[in-house]
């Protein structure tokens, strides 16, 4: 194989993470925020999450959004680079960065006592972006 073909299969590799990781964030938002709208239709107060953080409904509906719209930006990234577009990986570079904070919520929704969640967050994210941008220089296959 090619090293230009390599680095295609390599950014789809990233893009399919990409769009594991969005799917998750989105998956936990939506189970939280149904939670949240369950418990408050019962008459039972949400339960508190007790992290520094406390992101409540906010962090929940942050999380579901975010999820949402990394996943159309990963989607975007997959179709654009399976034509080959150069610039396909600043798709999945983008979509990285959007998912910081909702991620940072959803590991906080998960995670509620950990003041590591954020770091955890920037890491994830911080690798995706770099790992996307070490292969911008790719190109259609010839």
């Known amino acids: 194989m090619r090293a230009d073909q390599w680095r295609l299969v390599l ?4 893009n399919t993470l990409l769009l594991a990781v969005a799917a998750g ?6 189970d939280r925020t149904a939670a ?22 906010f962090g929940a509906l942050m999380a579901l959004a975010g999820g949402l719209a990394v996943l159309v930006l990963g989607i975007m990234a ?4 399976a034509r080959g577009e150069r610039y396909a990986p600043l798709f999945t570079t983008l979509g990285w960065a959007l998912l910081w904070l909702p991620l940072t919520m959803a590991l906080t929704l998960l995670v509620p006592a950990s003041p590591f ?5 920037t890491g994830i994210c911080g690798a995706g972006i ?6 911008l220089g790719s190109t259609k296959p010839r």
């Open 117 to 121: 969640t954020p770091f955890m967050a």
């Open 11 to 14: 950014l789809q590799a990233f």
């Open 130 to 135: 770099a790992l996307s941008l070490a292969v």
């Open 78 to 81: 997959v179709r654009r680079m």
């Open 36 to 57: 949240h709208y369950g418990a408050a239709r019962s008459g039972v107060p949400a339960p508190r999450t007790g992290g520094w953080l406390e992101p409540g409904l």
């Open 25 to 30: 964030v989105a998956a936990v938002g939506a």
